[in-house]
């Protein structure tokens, strides 16, 4: 009813009366975790329209949930810096490191255009299991962005992955020469490779060739195939409709 009303500052203080008093309970199995987490996002939300995410991350009492929350409302609104501030903030008071709020730091940065930090990060994050291949996805990604897919194949493996990610991107950004000039390559490197056979599929798409799409079609429709060229034979089944 405060929203409602306009009282930003009134509903948020309901909103923190309620998780203060949830919280607790909560820990002691008295409270629905699913609520409780509803009901911080909520305050979470009112905090950074009032602009004061980082007021809300130091009240609350559950700060890496509410961390989680702020960076979804900060990032759709483009407030990158402070997003950023907030984990490093978060990271200090952690009592080992985590390479997790890093590696959400470098996608940060990403999103940013800040190109070299998120390039930085990524790489020093390599080494980290847990991390390494959304890492390694990530920098494919940067050097997309920079005009250098191919360089991007070349250099990250496994380079089947890295493939697939890269034919993905190009189908997103409409980019049908760099994907002609990765399946030429990759035909090379695995001339066996189902996905080629996806890949050009999109590639044909992305031309607007609707007689040859139908004809590359038809010609796998009944191969078998992995995963993503099953996909990817709906997806361009239901493309094809629209050329």
Same mark, same amino acid.
């Given at each position: 009813l405060a929203?409602?009303?306009?009282?930003?500052?009134?509903?948020?203080?309901?909103?923190k009366?309620?998780?203060?008093? &949830?919280? #607790?309970?909560?820990?002691?199995?008295?409270f629905?975790?699913?609520?409780?987490?509803?009901?911080?996002?909520?305050?979470?939300? %009112? +905090?950074?329209?009032?602009? +004061?995410?980082q007021? &809300?991350?130091?009240?609350?009492p559950?700060p890496?949930?509410? =961390?989680?929350?702020?960076?979804?409302? =900060?990032?759709?609104?483009?407030?990158?810096?402070l997003?950023?501030?907030?984990?490093?903030r978060?990271?200090?008071?952690l009592p080992?490191?985590? #390479?997790w709020?890093?590696?959400e730091?470098?996608?940060l940065?990403?999103?940013a255009?800040?190109?070299?930090q998120?390039?930085?990060?990524?790489?020093?994050?390599?080494?980290?299991?847990?991390?390494?291949?959304?890492?390694? @996805?990530?920098?494919?990604?940067?050097?997309?962005q920079?005009g250098?897919? +191919?360089?991007?194949?070349e250099?990250? @493996? #496994?380079?089947?992955?890295?493939f697939?990610?890269?034919?993905?991107?190009?189908?997103?950004?409409?980019?049908?020469?760099?994907?002609e000039?990765?399946?030429?390559?990759?035909a090379?490197?695995?001339?066996g490779?189902?996905?080629?056979?996806?890949?050009?599929?999109? &590639?044909?798409?992305?031309?607007?060739?609707?007689?040859? %799409?139908?004809?590359?079609?038809?010609?796998?429709?009944?191969?078998p195939?992995?995963?993503?060229?099953?996909?990817?034979y709906l997806e361009?089944? +239901?493309?094809?409709?629209?050329l």
């Amino acid at each position: 009813l405060a929203e409602s009303q306009g009282d930003l500052a009134k509903a948020a203080e309901l909103y923190k009366r309620a998780i203060d008093e &949830a919280a #607790p309970l909560v820990e002691k199995d008295e409270f629905d975790y699913d609520q409780f987490d509803e009901m911080l996002g909520e305050y979470c939300r %009112l +905090m950074v329209e009032r602009g +004061m995410a980082q007021q &809300a991350y130091d009240a609350s009492p559950d700060p890496e949930s509410s =961390l989680y929350w702020l960076l979804d409302e =900060l990032t759709e609104r483009k407030q990158f810096e402070l997003a950023q501030a907030l984990i490093m903030r978060h990271q200090q008071d952690l009592p080992e490191a985590d #390479p997790w709020w890093s590696f959400e730091l470098a996608s940060l940065h990403a999103q940013a255009g800040e190109t070299d930090q998120a390039e930085l990060i990524y790489r020093g994050l390599l080494t980290e299991e847990d991390v390494a291949s959304y890492c390694s @996805s990530g920098l494919v990604e940067l050097y997309f962005q920079r005009g250098q897919g +191919m360089e991007a194949y070349e250099e990250f @493996s #496994p380079r089947g992955e890295t493939f697939v990610q890269l034919v993905r991107l190009c189908q997103e950004h409409g980019n049908p020469d760099l994907l002609e000039e990765l399946i030429a390559r990759h035909a090379e490197q695995a001339p066996g490779a189902a996905d080629l056979l996806a890949a050009r599929v999109v &590639a044909t798409q992305l031309r607007g060739e609707r007689q040859e %799409l139908l004809k590359q079609l038809l010609a796998y429709r009944d191969r078998p195939a992995s995963l993503e060229t099953q996909r990817l034979y709906l997806e361009q089944s +239901m493309l094809l409709r629209e050329l």
